[in-house]
């Protein structure tokens, strides 16, 4: 698992990489075998197509920029609008569907900052130890004792509502749990033979960190992106739901259903649509991660 | 021991400060003046000041830390600007509908997730574990607040078996608090109508809430049995002919409680937070909803003084974990 | 098998669950009306705070010297039977009924309005601004003990039209409950010394507050003894469909704040009867009329022009009139004003032709107060209509107090703003000074409107004692403040209540705020 699978060479790869091709079959022979992995593969794929095609499969695309069809307002499924229209009379297919990118964004800076704030303090902190990490995992130990929607809400109360500042407050409470992560592992790590080897060789600190620490940090790293991709997006829904979310007319599906909570139950329709998208949605990323989990990282399948 | 429980004090304390501090900060970037909002729309300028003054709002930043940091230290969390009373008040009041939620998701949570959990772990890779599985993934996927409104409208609307939010009907007057949680505090006046229908009136978003922590529960306990289902012992025990029930529950169950309990522990201080969107639904005057309706009001203690109590029960929960594991487990105490 | 048995003991708690039908709650053979609505009530001491929901408890559980009923709205006598003023309208005085009395029995006399009067203006809160300006506490002077009379610092012919607000205290029990100096305002916030036609009960903050009927109140009652309620109780219900639930299945006898289709919906259920009323609260999308693109009047009237008025109304499903002029229809001295743009694309290009963005182009921000549905959707439409202009607008939506502190300067004020404006009384100086400079400052005048002509002519009409001499002046402020085109002029929605149909005695009036109700009227008709 130490080898870097990313540099590809022109000539002789499958020759120099046959282990590492053979244990990637294996994983993907792991992962088909589970029903549940696949269906967590195939519900991310969805919605990553859904993403990226956004406007071009809505059968509505103006409608997900603020058009006015009060004419049209509230109207139940069918063939015209499969999922009904909203009180402004726009298609919720198609800001459904558009909103999979607002949501495709929001997961990914939430876990990107995340990532890119914990990781190196993770490192660092397992690395170094002493004073220093009993210093960064107490701070990290501060914010993890309030949950994370609890202390959102304060911060984006307090910032006002708004996409931006809501991504802004999850980032901020969504790092700690990254540095917990990779602290441990390094620390693990640091007492392995091979990385005591390059100290005694003369390796410099920054070496070893990026040559033999964080390539061994990507797999769990992976799996907890991808759980958390998910979990970041509920979040910003919940936050959305409470009424401090995206602004409109941009189609955010907390948003939508906050709005189309006054309108249950005569017009399920338009609470029902958004609801299931962010469910299936985070199912479809924790169904995909705890199927990276079993395969890449067995021993801690469960936790 | 007495020096690691003491170690582990003085770190509980500083985790508190730090979180004062942190949130203390982060609720006063805020662009929004409550003053003004409390003074009335038509209020004058001096009118304003009034209030600000009052509150204590006039002063520099720093000088409000020091003002807030001394009140905490005496039990004084600040006054809410909206309901013009000290927050600790208003806490003790709203606190115990939430401890109550909380309690029963936790019991519906390990009432559901042990039992399921260990079916998983028994049958592994069959279909009741994928569907196990699912289920227990579904918990944590579920939008609490679109299933929430989803059961509110079927159970209370549609089929009005139960009612759509708050803890009691209207004209029930509330029992003589004992605990001042309804459900005990009904049955030990013997109020059993007054129970049945608190417990009516729990039992949704007690659902709600239990989802999450229930996944947790039953993914740990799935765990926790399948290593000790393959421990030398129970392969012992199965070679000596003791009945498969038996080994399951008593054996297996018992050895996999521990790490079960940790989780639930922990799940405790993460249900209070969430508790902030079932509440919401499901109109329960709990903390959640008094957080919430202050954050809209860019009333900050509120906001301050709730996210405190949750991280303080948080700390407190896990600062109990700690001693526990230190006490079953000599080593970790040199550590 | 304990859990065999917990399921079944959770089987039975639930298959038992016999709910309520649809029947009033009742004390006694007497019936408590339930109110649904969405507004805590936080403090109800007369002179700290006022909102809909404070203000419909203070109404019931206070008296003030005068009420406003009916519709138009009209300053009846309460407390006091008859009052005169005179001629340069700077002394008033008011002679008070003589068999008023409070809760405790204690009479309703002169001294008592003074006090209150003096604790509203030192308290400086809540009510206060309505008469600080005019009137000092050592101008209230108790002639004997039914009479009182204020001395005002300078002429002010509205005087009369905010003492329906200024609710009459008994200063024995707040002085009994005083802390501090505090004017017992601690003790005031859960606890009422008035002499209303109700007394508080049960008081569960973030639940439900419970009237009790006064069982002797001083001025009877207008559906008569027989039929007067026990009490009422205030509920609070925040989800528009679980008021419409609670409706549905009788557990409350009337709801506010139902969304549009709500109403439109159940409207034709049997059993439930909607009131819908003309108030006076007007929307207007404030232009920042002194920095920004806004600053320019041809841009101001070209998306004036631009603007689709007919969906005002359609975003309220047609209950919403739009507005003729900048005073609401139902103010005294309201006047068409019939050079009010309506929606005219062409008009609208040639204004923004003259003005210093020919072709569009810019983007403004729209703020409307996060979560008011029906501002976001008039919101959306802006962005529609503005977009024929190739202005792009922001839709932002803000909480009260963080957009408050924005407006209130002009280089912080937003381009456009959409505010709704109830007026506190029916005498027109109380619209008419929101476009006045010293309204600088305030959530209505987030315009920073100027214009020294309208200044004046507000200034001087407030000191004249004669209707007939103040309506002319009243009629040329609405004309001049449309031309300048500070805001977009909206509508004004209709007010709304669902109530079911055996609840009698509504009365509507439209000086009262969105949702508040006089509950001292209300009966229920049924067996």
């Known amino acids: 698992m130490a080898t870097d699978t990313t540099s590809a060479a022109p000539t002789g790869w499958r020759a120099r990489h046959a282990g590492t091709i053979r244990q990637w079959r294996l994983y993907a022979h792991l992962f088909r075998r589970s029903f549940s992995s696949m269906l967590g593969l195939f519900l991310v794929v969805l919605f990553l197509v859904l993403a990226a095609a956004g406007p071009a499969l809505a059968p509505y695309p103006e409608d997900t920029m603020g058009a006015v069809h009060l004419d049209n307002r509230l109207k139940p499924p069918s063939l015209a609008h499969p999922f009904g229209t909203d009180e402004m009379g726009n298609d919720i297919l198609s800001r459904v569907i558009v909103g999979t990118r607002t949501s495709l964004w929001i997961g990914l800076i939430i876990t990107g900052v995340a990532a890119l704030i914990g990781v190196p303090l993770g490192i660092f902190a397992g690395y170094m130890g002493g004073r220093i990490r009993e210093v960064i995992m107490r701070i990290t130990d501060v914010f993890l004792s309030v949950p994370g929607l609890a202390l959102a809400l304060a911060i984006v109360a307090s910032l006002g509502p708004g996409i931006t500042n809501c991504v802004i407050a999850l980032s901020l409470v969504w790092w700690p749990g990254y540095v917990r992560l990779i602290d441990s592992k390094t620390l693990a790590l640091k007492e392995e033979l091979y990385i005591e080897a390059a100290r005694a060789i003369g390796a410099r600190t920054p070496r070893i960190l990026f040559h033999h620490i964080l390539p061994n940090c990507v797999s769990p790293l992976i799996v907890k992106a991808s759980m958390d991709m998910g979990m970041a997006i509920l979040s910003a829904a919940s936050l959305g739901f409470i009424g401090l979310g995206a602004k409109p007319p941009s189609p955010e599906w907390g948003a939508m259903i906050s709005v189309a909570r006054s309108y249950m139950p005569d017009w399920w329709w338009y609470a029902l649509f958004p609801g299931l998208a962010i469910y299936l949605t985070v199912l479809g990323f924790n169904l995909f991660g705890d199927g990276l989990r079993d395969i890449l990282d067995p021993k801690s399948r469960g936790r | 021991m007495v020096l690691f429980v003491g170690k582990r004090l003085v770190l509980f304390g500083f985790m508190l400060l730090g979180l004062l501090t942190i949130m203390f900060l982060i609720t006063n970037v805020a662009p929004g003046d409550p003053a003004k909002l409390m003074a009335g729309q038509n209020a004058t300028q001096d009118m304003v000041e009034t209030i600000r003054r009052e509150y204590g709002l006039d002063k520099s930043l720093p000088e409000q830390y020091a003002v807030y940091i001394g009140g905490v230290l005496r039990g004084d969390l600040g006054r809410s600007i909206v309901s013009t009373k000290p927050v600790v008040e208003e806490l003790l009041r709203y606190f115990p509908a939430t401890f109550e939620l909380v309690l029963v998701a936790m019991g519906l949570g390990i009432l ?224 | 098998m304990k859990k065999i048995v917990m399921l079944g003991l959770a089987a039975a708690l639930l298959s038992t669950a016999a709910l309520p039908a649809a029947a009033f709650e009742r004390v006694g053979d007497r019936k408590v009306i339930v109110f649904g609505g969405r507004q805590q009530v936080p403090v109800i001491d007369p002179h700290v705070r006022y909102d809909w929901s404070i203000r419909m408890m203070q109404q019931s559980l206070y008296d003030a010297m005068a009420k406003y009923n009916g519709n138009p709205a009209k300053i009846e006598p309460w407390l006091a039977q008859k009052w ?34 003096e604790r509203g203006l030192k308290l400086n809160k809540g009510v206060a601004w309505m008469l600080k300006d005019v009137l000092d506490p050592s101008g209230i002077e108790v002639v004997d003990a039914h009479t009182v009379r204020f001395n005002l610092k300078s002429s002010y012919a509205p005087f009369i039209s905010w003492i329906p607000w200024w609710y009459i205290v008994n200063p024995k029990q707040v002085k009994a409950n005083e802390v501090d100096g505090d004017y017992g305002q601690k003790w005031l916030t859960e606890n009422a010394a ?96 002194q920095t920004g693109p806004t600053k320019d009047i041809n841009l101001r009237k070209a998306i004036a022009y631009a603007v689709d008025y007919d969906s005002f109304v359609k975003v309220y499903n047609g209950a919403a009139i739009l507005e003729t002029s900048p005073f609401p229809q139902g103010m005294q001295g309201h006047v068409d004003v019939p050079e009010r743009p309506k929606q005219d694309l062409a008009k609208a290009k040639e204004y923004l032709a003259k003005s210093a963005y020919p072709n569009g182009g810019i983007e403004l921000d729209y703020y409307h107060v996060a979560g008011l549905e029906e501002a976001r959707r008039i919101g959306l439409v802006l962005l529609d209509n503005l977009s024929k202009l190739n202005i792009k607008v922001n839709v932002t939506p803000e909480q009260w107090p963080n957009m408050v502190a924005k407006g209130s300067k002009p280089d912080t004020a937003p381009n456009m703003t959409s505010v709704y404006v109830t007026p506190i009384s029916t005498d027109p100086d109380a619209v008419a000074y929101q476009y006045h400079r010293n309204a600088w400052g305030q959530y ?32 040329e402020i609405q004309k001049k403040i449309v031309a300048d085109q500070p805001e977009v002029f909206g509508m004004i929605q209709n007010r709304r209540w669902a109530h079911r149909d055996y609840l009698k005695g509504f009365a509507f009036s439209p000086v009262r705020f969105t949702g508040e109700v006089d509950l001292y009227p209300l009966w229920i008709d049924a067996k």
């Open chain 3, 444 to 475: 209505f005048a987030m315009s920073h409107y100027d214009n020294a002509d309208v200044n004046a002519l507000i200034d001087k009409a407030r000191t004249l004692g004669k209707w007939e001499e103040r309506a002319p002046l009243y009629a």
């Open chain 2, 112 to 335: 559901i997730g042990v039992p399921f959990g260990m079916l998983s772990a028994v049958y592994r890779d069959s279909w009741i574990d994928h569907a196990t599985r699912i289920f227990s993934v579904s918990g944590v996927a579920l939008p609490a607040f679109w299933f929430g409104l989803l059961l509110q409208l079927y159970f209370a609307v549609h089929l009005e078996w139960l009612p759509v939010s708050g803890r009691l009907e209207l004209i029930t007057p509330p029992p003589e608090p004992l605990t001042r949680l309804y459900l005990i505090d009904s049955l030990l006046r013997g109020e059993f109508d007054t129970f049945r229908e608190a417990f009516q009136h729990i039992i949704l978003p007690a659902l709600v809430l239990s989802f999450p922590c229930l996944a947790s529960i039953l993914r740990v306990n799935r765990a926790e049995m399948l290593e000790v289902l393959q421990s030398d012992y129970i392969v012992a025990a199965r070679a000596n002919g003791i009945p498969a029930f038996r080994i399951i529950t008593v054996y297996a169950l018992k050895n996999a409680m521990l790490p079960t309990l940790a989780i639930i522990g922990l799940r405790f201080g993460w249900m209070l937070g969430s508790t902030v969107l079932v509440e919401t639904v499901f109109d329960w005057p709990g903390i959640g909803l008094y957080a919430v309706q202050s954050a809209l009001y860019s009333d900050f203690k509120p906001v301050l003084g709730v996210t405190l109590l949750i991280g303080f029960c948080f700390i407190f929960i896990n600062f109990l974990i700690d001693l526990a594991y230190g006490w079953l487990d000599p080593r970790l105490r040199t550590q």
């Open chain 3, 84 to 117: 005169e003023s005179s001629p340069d309208a700077k002394t008033w005085t008011f002679h008070l009924v003589k068999n008023a009395k409070f809760h405790n029995g204690d009479p309703v006399d002169a001294e008592a309005v003074r006090y209150s009067f």
């Open chain 3, 194 to 289: 008035g002499s209303g036609p109700f007394k508080t009960k049960r008081w569960e903050q973030n639940v439900l507050y419970e009237l009790v009927a006064a069982d002797d109140y001083w001025k009877g009652w207008p559906q008569g003894e027989k039929n007067r309620p026990a009490g009422i109780i205030y509920k609070i219900i925040r989800e528009p469909a679980a008021q419409k639930a609670a409706l549905q299945r009788g557990e409350a006898d009337i709801v506010e704040g139902l969304t549009p289709d709500d109403y439109d919906q159940i409207k034709s259920t049997k059993g439930i009867v909607v009131q819908s009323h003309a108030g006076m609260t007007t929307f207007g999308i404030k232009f920042n009329t």
